[in-house]
């Protein structure tokens, strides 16, 4: 059983930077898909970008692309999310998660297919 612990979370000012950590209990086997979403108050939960352990491949929604990235210490057990330019509608609750995905179901980014979950880390983004 993986257990993943976020941390990074905080409140900033349109237009800051924030780094999100997600740490891994165990080490994360070359078969499994590692990801970021986000859920707003009152709204599904998301995907921000996936990264496939295997190939590297990262996927990112539209939102994401050229602000945030996600990135894997394989030493630590760790993934990142480095998010810029944050806007009002980033604020969301963010979560890590983790499952054995191949490349083709890891790219889709659907919350359901993961096994494994954090707790979240809140990041708020105001005016």
């Known amino acids: 059983q993986v257990q993943l612990v976020e941390s990074g979370g905080a409140s900033v000012q349109v237009g800051g930077s924030l780094t999100l950590s997600c740490e891994a209990s165990?080490?994360?086997?070359?078969?499994?898909?590692m990801g970021w979403f986000r859920q707003a108050l009152g709204k599904g939960r998301e995907a921000v970008a996936v990264l496939s352990v295997d190939s590297g491949a990262i996927f990112a929604n539209d939102s994401a692309k050229g602000r945030f990235t996600v990135s894997r210490d394989n030493a630590k057990n760790t993934l990142y999310l480095q998010m810029t330019k944050l806007r009002v509608d980033d604020t969301a609750m963010y979560y890590c998660?983790?499952?054995?995905?191949?490349?083709?179901?890891?790219?889709?980014?659907?919350?359901?297919?993961?096994?494994?979950w954090g707790q979240g880390t809140q990041v708020t983004v105001s005016a």
């Open positions: 998660a983790a499952g054995p995905l191949n490349q083709q179901w890891c790219s889709r980014g659907v919350a359901a297919e993961f096994s494994f």
């Open positions: 165990e080490y994360i086997k070359p078969n499994y898909c």
